[in-house]
């Protein structure tokens, strides 16, 4: 029997392949901005401009060139006099910092959950995506999103398989990560009908069949057994209150487990890698959006005090997160060496509320993630992006957003002793409160730059969650 083929292209050069250039549409994140064009900007070389960043220390710096370290120093040359300046011209708080762009942002997530130009049929899986970004920035902008309560229920009605699950619109297979999306937009928007949209049943034995024999979840049949899967599962389980035991004809039952849970704390630990962040699956590199998921996951299976510290080496863990902080711009970057992106001030950012509940503390610069978010992400016309230079989406104007209030806010876990907080009831167990006004060298924000609460671990609104939860649990039976 000969061996298997294996392509030797890489993903992306089978991406040219599949993609025909008229077809292609940008990716969100994607800029033509060329940081050369930055130089001029810029003036001075890297070394020249670290004295005047007075704010944040800059770290020792080896002299070993590489690759790496050449792009880190362009970024840092684009980011810096966003930094030092305001090239954008925005009204300044009270710090010297450009103050939260708050009409323009909600100006440009409105635009966001609207029409889209016919390139963009190629981002149709992701609609649900889309829809929820875009509702959960508006309302950590302070928004009241009820008034898309009905056009939500109506899409995802479309794209809700009979068989179990949400694809990303109508005749779509259904997918974890959908499915994730859509139920966060419902439970966004809220109310009866939204709740009630969703085919409990049918999402129960949707969510069997992905549970895999070593314990972990796969994103689809027959797809890809990764950590996202793992957490989404359990969110929207916990969300919908579902039934902890497998169904009958689970696959995984073969291998004598009767519940969802089971194999899956020891899953998560066998994803924590030799650096100590959280990898998609046992094997892989440590990142930030999967240990967000690994975090998030053990935070729904239990007290965080018990999980974390019982599935995870916590200094190793601690040593990871810390070492994301990029200096000195300030914000996170997602893997070793890689670049800052704003995208991490949420999948880095908001694991410190999971962590500091679990160990009594975090490492983490609260004021330096602020700067970097509100001098560096904001775009000028709206919206908020990777870095400087790149262009605004709905996915990194949420997930700013998200890191903005994780740094503003306190979270506290509130569990009780009755063992009330298994069975994926932990979640509810948050309390949450405003930074407190005298934590001096903390706050670079002026209260009209603070964004609301956000659930440390369902990312939505505060007390959505909740009311999304207490209604199912009224009712009896699917
Ligand atoms: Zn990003």
Same mark, same amino acid.
Request: aromatic letters at 10%.
């Given at each position: ?269 066998? !994803? ?24 998030? !996951? ?99 104007? !949420? ?68 009311? !999304? ?10």
């Amino acid at each position: 029997m000969s061996a298997p083929q294996v392509s030797s292209q890489t993903p992306s050069s089978r991406l040219e392949e599949i993609l025909t250039p008229s077809s292609r549409i940008e990716e969100l994140s994607d800029s033509e901005f060329d940081y050369e064009d930055m130089d001029s900007v810029a003036g001075e070389s890297v070394s020249e401009q670290f004295p005047r960043l007075n704010l944040i220390a800059s770290p020792l710096k080896d002299q070993l060139v590489t690759e790496t370290s050449q792009v880190q120093d362009e970024a840092l040359e684009a980011i810096l006099p966003f930094l030092e300046g305001n090239p954008n011209d925005f009204e300044l708080n009270s710090f010297g910092i450009p103050k939260l762009q708050r009409k323009k942002h909600v100006a440009f997530l409105n635009h966001a959950l609207g029409e889209y130009p016919p390139p963009f049929a190629a981002m149709d899986a992701s609609r649900p995506w889309i829809v929820y970004w875009s509702l959960q920035g508006l309302t950590a902008l302070g928004e009241d999103v009820s008034e898309y309560r009905e056009r939500v229920a109506y899409t995802f009605a479309a794209g809700q398989h009979p068989d179990g699950g949400f694809g990303g619109g109508h005749g779509q297979l259904p997918h974890l990560a959908a499915t994730y999306a859509a139920v966060l937009s419902l439970v966004i928007v809220g109310g009866e009908e939204a709740y009630e949209s969703i085919d409990r049943k049918a999402m129960w034995s949707y969510l069997g069949g992905m549970k895999q024999p070593d314990g972990g979840f796969t994103m689809a049949p027959g797809g890809e057994e990764d950590i996202r899967g793992a957490f989404c599962a359990l969110v929207v389980m916990s969300l919908l209150n579902l039934p902890l035991e497998l169904p009958p004809d689970a696959p995984s039952r073969s291998q004598g487990y009767t519940t969802f849970l089971d194999g899956l704390g020891t899953w998560v630990s066998r !994803c924590q890698t030799y650096e100590g962040g959280i990898s998609a699956a046992p094997g892989n590199e440590a990142h930030g959006a999967y240990a967000f998921c690994g975090l998030g !996951c053990l935070c729904l299976m239990g007290p965080p005090k018990e999980t974390l510290n019982e599935y995870l080496n916590m200094p190793l863990l601690l040593h990871w997160l810390s070492s994301r902080h990029t200096f000195p711009e300030g914000g996170y970057n997602g893997r070793t060496n890689k670049l800052v992106d704003g995208c991490y001030s949420h999948w880095i950012g908001g694991c410190w509320a999971l962590v500091e509940a679990a160990i009594g503390k975090g490492l983490w610069n609260r004021s330096a993630l602020a700067r970097y978010i509100l001098s560096a992400a904001q775009f000028k016309k709206g919206g908020l992006v990777d870095k400087p230079g790149k262009r605004p989406d709905a996915y990194h104007t !949420c997930y700013n957003l998200a890191g903005l209030s994780a740094v503003q806010h306190h979270y506290f876990y509130d569990g009780d002793d009755k063992g009330t907080d298994h069975e994926l009831r932990a979640a509810y167990k948050w309390k949450g409160a405003q930074l407190e006004e005298d934590r001096e060298g903390e706050r670079v924000w002026d209260q009209g730059d603070v964004v609301e609460l956000v659930h440390p671990v369902f990312v939505v609104p505060w007390g959505q969650a909740e009311s !999304c939860r207490k209604y199912f649990e009224a009712k009896e039976g699917f």
